[in-house]
């Protein structure tokens, strides 16, 4: 897989997968810019190389229809401020109209196309699709880690006919999420929340095999027995001690954060995935703070992830206190488990 460093890209109209997918309100407001802002770094080190950028990425599931709430416009405005640089936004994502405004573009110009997925033919990977966004461009660039799990035309049928090549983020991303699943530095305590266990099973078994400790939330612990879900490595698995009542269904107890604490503090490397409550209520917010916080104090190498984890810890102005936030939920987990991303093997 080749990375930015091994491209001239002076004068070249290089097309920028991104993973743009940030968190909307019901107004259609962006409530959290990480995913944007973790890309700035690929679409600098272009301007700076002379390359004329355009930059593709989706929205929302509009199902092949243009949605007002899912243009690009509210992204445009984020990258020109985050870039400090004027972002020129296309009206399609195809198109003459498109295709004549690349032709004017000049070397270090930025250009975004609307949103994907206004084409049902990105989901369903038509090469016809493919192959009209291959001609826009002359190298192609995957940094949208958080999508390289889909099997979509902007993934893997543009890599078909154009040169490719990994963006500093999805370079950034596959290296530290190797760290974890690759000889970690031991002990390494892994922390997952959330639920829908049925989800994460493959995911837990192969975390399990290699973690000293996983400490899991009380919905996970009450599905796994609920439900007799055999998981691989039980004696491995430390869930919560408070009973699953009252406030205790909403968050984990202060015998749960002691315990998972005392863990935490003997790790050289920790993943935690899914919060530990519901964190959408300050109420029931503490305990994952809480173990966020004591995983920052260790010291350990920490990658965190999943979506509202993401948007939580924005909000607290935590990220930059760990080593690595995934920009990546669904794709984080299916690497972690050892598939193999689609986004990722199309790049080989």
């Not at 690009?72 to 936004?89: A, C, E, H, P, R």
């Not at 009542?245 to 107890?253: L, M, P, Q, R, T």
């Not at 920790?270 to 173990?291: M, P, Q, R, S, V």
Request: aromatic share 8%; glycine share 8%.
């Amino acid at each position: 897989m080749k990375t930015l460093k091994e491209f001239n890209f002076k004068d070249k109209k290089v097309l920028v997968r991104c993973d743009f997918n940030t968190p909307l309100s019901r107004e259609g407001l962006i409530l959290d810019d990480f995913r944007i802002k973790e890309t700035i770094p690929t679409i600098k080190y272009l301007i700076n190389k002379k390359a004329k950028v355009i930059l593709m990425s989706h929205l929302g599931r509009p199902e092949g229809k243009v949605v007002k709430k899912f243009a690009l416009d509210k992204i445009q405005k984020k990258l020109s401020y985050y870039l400090k640089t004027s972002v020129k936004k296309a009206n399609d994502c195809l198109g003459k109209e498109v295709e004549d405004t690349i032709k004017n573009m000049k070397p270090g110009e930025v250009l975004l196309l609307e949103n994907l997925r206004f084409y049902k033919e990105e989901e369903k990977n038509g090469s016809g699709f493919a192959k009209a966004l291959a001609k826009l461009g002359d190298i192609y660039i995957n940094d949208a880690f958080g999508a390289s799990h889909r099997a979509h035309s902007s993934i893997v049928g543009i890599p078909k006919y154009l040169l490719s090549g990994a963006g500093l983020l999805l370079e950034k991303e596959i290296s530290s999420l190797e760290r974890v699943i690759k000889n970690p530095k031991k002990p390494l305590v892994s922390i997952i929340g959330g639920s829908k266990v049925e989800t994460k099973v493959r995911f837990i078994n192969k975390i399990s095999k290699i973690s000293d400790f996983v400490l899991i939330g009380g919905l996970i612990k009450n599905e796994i027995l609920e439900k007799k879900i055999k998981i691989d490595y039980p004696k491995k698995i430390i869930g919560q001690l408070e009973p699953l009542e009252g406030d205790f269904k909403y968050d984990i107890g202060p015998k749960t954060v002691n315990l998972f604490k005392d863990k935490i503090k003997t790790a050289k490397t920790i993943f935690f995935n899914g919060a530990l409550g519901w964190i959408e209520k300050k109420k029931f917010a503490k305990g994952t703070e809480d173990i966020l916080r004591a995983i920052i104090k260790s010291r350990a190498f920490s990658v965190v992830g999943g979506g509202e984890m993401v948007e939580f810890i924005n909000k607290l102005g935590l990220s930059s206190k760990f080593s690595h936030v995934s920009t990546g939920g669904g794709a984080m987990l299916a690497f972690l488990s050892g598939e193999k991303l689609p986004g990722i093997e199309a790049l080989k």
